[in-house]
């Protein structure tokens, strides 16, 4: 899977069920190569002044499914 199909997908926290956004960007282990964390722009449709620039870094292992057009992560 490459990155901008990744970036196509809805990002879902599923502890509140609302859309946190879209991946903007990824943090990589230099040493592995393992994807550490995704980095989450806010959804633009309900962004406010308020909160822009506060994008959301969902840890790798806080994502519980990764489908067709949605990544699911639990978030607290």
Same mark, same amino acid.
């Given at each position: 899977?490459? %990155?901008?199909? %990744?970036?196509?997908?809805?990002?879902?926290?599923?502890?509140?069920?609302?859309?946190? /956004?879209?991946?903007?960007?990824?943090?990589?282990?230099?040493?592995? /190569?393992?994807? %550490?964390?995704?980095?989450?722009?806010?959804?633009?449709?309900?962004?406010?002044?308020?909160?822009?620039?506060?994008?959301?870094?969902?840890?790798?292992?806080?994502?519980?499914?990764?489908?067709?057009?949605?990544?699911?992560?639990? %978030?607290?």
């Amino acid at each position: 899977m490459r %990155l901008s199909d %990744l970036q196509s997908k809805d990002i879902v926290n599923t502890t509140d069920g609302r859309n946190i /956004g879209n991946i903007i960007d990824v943090k990589i282990d230099e040493k592995t /190569g393992a994807i %550490l964390s995704l980095v989450v722009e806010p959804n633009k449709k309900v962004m406010s002044f308020m909160n822009r620039g506060m994008d959301t870094e969902v840890a790798w292992n806080n994502i519980e499914r990764i489908g067709e057009d949605v990544i699911l992560v639990r %978030l607290h």
